[in-house]
């Protein structure tokens, strides 16, 4: 253990008190005189190595710098003919003598680092301040000597301070490991990186090992492996180049396959498989047989139905002779005028012609109503040629590819079997491929036997009904066909909806203009009942009142007679009293008038 630090201040203060009173009884010779008869530094001394160089660039001597020199004791002087001693610990040697070439490079080179005699036991922090070069510090508070640096080293190491300093300042030290090997090292890479990632992705989502993979494909096991799943390994089949540079591997020991990518060990493993792609091909048609069957019989059950029932619509034809002879009313004699028939797609554009002073009013529209009032058995046009909507969506094209893919396909398996499994030969004891698709292939052609069948009858009846309507079929398309009589269907339909809600709006219009009419015959006889004045008028009453009004006036005048003549005061009272008679003659007549309209508004609105 390291003893223990005195305090900070007072130990530094006699530290450094120390120092320089050695550094000056170093410097000043404690007074005497013998070692300073000359002006040059003793040699050896770091102030004699600093004069040679500066000597040297052209700068003077330092005994001319008013800095004291950083003065050491003076080395004995060598034997005669030997070799100068070696310059005492920490120090430079001596310099070279005038006119002498200067040291190699190498040697000046290790003078920019100091030699301290004290070293850290353990790696230390580094201090990170900005290190001036030797020849720097000549001038400088560094080289202006005054400080004893072995005695402060001894100071600083007998009071602890180096120990203190590696035990706070000491360095993390990296515990050194042994490089291991990176695993994409040790991989064998053969795959294209874009090819191998993706397949990479493919076997990530199948859940199961190469092996397992393997053995699956050997047994045909559909349970195994989804549709999807086989789909995609069938996107990733072995090109002929991945297969030569791969084939190395296959019979490799363990610990080289151990090496490879997991793409690569992925080929490596299906290599083992003997026809490997024919196999996952048999086994997806085997899987997609029903449903394209399915597909296939539909799409040619809807086209020779809807084919059948189109050409025997009766009430659909005698429409479509209603249809002309509108027609030729509206063309006269002009050059559509006159026609023995139409194309029939002509009857979308029934909606097109539109009425002159109906604005929402079509030919369209007016079919409807002739039907509607006039036939309405053409009406039952609808449900014979319902079935067009179905026969509309089948796709020919899709149709064909289909029924053809299911005949290759059996053709293709039919020879894989008797050409590379004769009499039933297996590759491996797991090997099923003779006896899974065998009775597939003998059960699958004779379901395809019966569509084949179907495809002739449809396309004969397709071909009748096209030529039936006038068209030809080997230009016009089932699904182009069938779609002109579903859009007439939906058209006729919404004409249909289009006059039955404005006759609702007519019959409505009606129901009010009859209502408002009712109602102003009501007031009408109501006010000759009442005999109601016009009250907006001045000065008008009914005959009724004129007899009590000319009562009013003789009693008047019979009243100013008596009081000796009119004058102006009792005119205007007689003015006054007129007027509020009059008035309140009128308010009363017009309350009861109001009052005998909200008595007949209440009953109509019960009544309604």
């Known amino acids: 253990m390291a003893p223990s630090l005195p305090s900070p201040v007072a130990g530094m203060s006699n530290l450094l008190g120390q120092m320089l009173a050695k550094g000056g009884a170093a410097k000043f010779g404690g007074g005497n005189n013998s070692d300073s008869d000359s002006d040059e530094p003793p040699p050896g001394s770091f102030a004699a190595m600093l004069a040679a160089k500066k000597k040297g660039l052209g700068q003077s001597s330092p005994t001319t710098s008013k800095a004291p020199a950083l003065v050491v004791p003076k080395a004995p002087p060598p034997p005669a003919g030997g070799p100068p001693p070696p310059p005492p610990p920490g120090r430079g040697g001596p310099p070279p003598p005038p006119g002498a070439p200067g040291p190699p490079a190498p040697g000046m080179m290790m003078m920019n680092m100091k030699k301290e005699g004290a070293t850290a036991g353990v790696k230390l922090k580094t201090l990170q301040w900005d290190k001036l070069n030797y020849m720097a510090v000549g001038?400088?508070?560094?080289?202006?000597?005054?400080?004893?640096?072995?005695?402060?080293?001894?100071?600083?190491?007998?009071?602890?301070?180096?120990?203190?300093?590696?035990?706070?300042?000491?360095?993390?030290?990296?515990?050194?490991?042994?490089?291991?090997?990176?695993?994409?090292a040790r991989e064998i890479l053969i795959l294209e990186q874009r090819r191998a990632h993706q397949i990479n992705i493919m076997?990530?989502?199948?859940?199961?090992?190469?092996?397992?993979i393997r053995h699956a494909i050997f047994r045909m096991d559909e349970e195994f492996m989804s549709l999807v799943q086989i789909t995609n390994l069938l996107k990733f089949v072995p090109e002929a180049e991945e297969t030569g540079k791969l084939l190395e591997y296959k019979d490799a020991p363990e610990d080289v396959k151990l090496q490879?990518?997991?793409?690569?060990?992925?080929?490596?493993?299906?290599?083992?498989?003997?026809?490997?792609?024919?196999?996952?091909?048999?086994?997806?048609?085997?899987?997609?047989?029903?449903?394209?069957?399915?597909?296939?019989?539909?799409?040619?059950?809807?086209?020779?139905?809807?084919?059948?029932?189109?050409?025997?619509?009766?009430?659909?034809?005698?429409?479509?002779?209603?249809?002309?002879?509108?027609?030729?009313?509206?063309?006269?004699?002009?050059?559509?005028?006159?026609?023995?028939?139409?194309?029939?797609a002509s009857i979308n554009k029934l909606v097109d012609t539109k009425a002159s002073n109906a604005p929402n009013m079509t030919l369209l529209h007016f079919l409807t109503n002739i039907t509607e009032s006039t036939l309405p058995d053409l009406l039952n046009y609808q449900a014979e040629i319902s079935t067009c909507g179905e026969a509309c969506r089948v796709s020919l094209p899709e149709l064909l590819s289909d029924f053809n893919l299911i005949k290759t396909k059996l053709k293709e398996i039919k020879v894989e079997l008797s050409t590379h499994y004769p009499d039933g030969l297996k590759?491996?004891?797991?090997?099923?491929?003779?006896?899974?698709?065998?009775?597939?292939?003998?059960?699958?052609?004779?379901?395809?036997?019966?569509?084949?069948?179907?495809?002739?009858?449809?396309?004969?009846?397709?071909?009748?009904?096209?030529?039936?309507?006038g068209e030809e079929p080997a230009i016009i398309k089932p699904d182009e066909f069938f779609g002109i009589f579903k859009t007439f269907t939906s058209s006729f339909e919404k004409a249909r909806d289009d006059n039955r809600k404005q006759r609702e709006r007519d019959t409505q219009r009606e129901?009010?203009?009859?209502?408002?009419?009712?109602?102003?015959?009501?007031?009408?006889?109501?006010?000759?009942?009442?005999?109601?004045?016009?009250?907006?008028?001045?000065?008008?009453?009914?005959?009724?009142?004129?007899?009590?009004?000319?009562?009013?006036?003789?009693?008047?005048?019979?009243?100013?007679?008596?009081?000796?003549g009119d004058n102006e005061a009792s005119r205007r009272d007689r003015r006054?009293?007129?007027?509020?008679?009059?008035?309140?003659?009128?308010?009363?007549?017009?309350?009861?008038?109001?009052?005998?309209?909200?008595?007949?508004?209440?009953?109509?609105?019960?009544?309604s």
Request: aromatic fraction near 8%; hydrophobic fraction near 35%; charged fraction near 30%.
């Open 427 to 469: 590759i491996c004891p797991d090997d099923r491929f003779y006896e899974v698709m065998k009775p597939f292939i003998e059960g699958a052609e004779k379901k395809f036997s019966r569509a084949e069948t179907a495809m002739v009858e449809m396309d004969s009846l397709y071909k009748d009904c096209v030529k039936f309507f």
């Open 203 to 212: 076997l990530g989502g199948m859940k199961h090992t190469n092996p397992e």
């Open 139 to 184: 001038n400088t508070v560094w080289g202006s000597g005054g400080v004893d640096e072995d005695a402060l080293q001894r100071a600083l190491g007998a009071n602890g301070i180096f120990g203190n300093m590696e035990q706070l300042f000491v360095a993390k030290v990296t515990e050194y490991r042994e490089p291991r090997a990176s695993k994409k």
């Open 260 to 344: 490879l990518g997991r793409a690569e060990a992925f080929f490596v493993e299906i290599l083992k498989i003997e026809r490997y792609q024919q196999r996952l091909e048999g086994l997806k048609f085997k899987v997609t047989f029903e449903s394209l069957l399915d597909g296939v019989n539909e799409s040619i059950s809807a086209i020779s139905v809807a084919s059948k029932k189109l050409k025997n619509a009766k009430y659909f034809k005698e429409l479509l002779n209603l249809i002309l002879m509108l027609g030729n009313y509206m063309n006269g004699g002009g050059h559509n005028g006159g026609a023995f028939g139409f194309k029939i």
């Open 511 to 564: 129901k009010a203009k009859q209502a408002a009419r009712q109602r102003q015959e009501q007031i009408a006889a109501k006010r000759n009942r009442l005999q109601v004045p016009d009250i907006i008028g001045e000065g008008s009453t009914s005959d009724a009142d004129g007899g009590s009004d000319d009562k009013g006036m003789m009693d008047s005048l019979l009243e100013t007679l008596r009081n000796g």
């Open 576 to 607: 006054r009293k007129h007027r509020a008679d009059h008035a309140a003659s009128v308010s009363v007549k017009a309350q009861d008038l109001l009052t005998s309209l909200r008595e007949d508004n209440g009953g109509h609105d019960r009544i």
